[in-house]
């Protein structure tokens, strides 16, 4: 089964956090994190990290 994107667009709505990111993909498969395309979600998780990380725990803007 693959996620509902009102539903996930939902949760993303609803996380307290302002440190998110909303990323569809379309693959045929609900586990994205193993097999085909789990690279470029490996990548956007890492790039995601890497920024908060590099910018004191803030997501990098155009002002950073």
Same mark, same amino acid.
Do not use: Q
């Given at each position: ?14 996380? !307290?956090? #302002? ?8 693959? $045929?498969?609900?586990?994205?994190? @193993? /097999?085909? !395309?789990? #690279? ?8 995601? $990290?890497?920024?908060?990380?590099? @910018? /004191? ?8």
């Amino acid at each position: 089964p693959v996620v509902d994107s009102a539903g996930a667009k939902i949760m993303y709505d609803e996380l !307290g956090s #302002e440190n998110k990111e909303f990323v569809l993909m379309n693959y $045929m498969n609900h586990i994205i994190v @193993n /097999g085909e !395309g789990a #690279e470029r979600v490996h990548k956007l998780i890492w790039g995601f $990290m890497h920024n908060l990380l590099s @910018n /004191g725990g803030h997501p990098a803007t155009s002002e950073n």
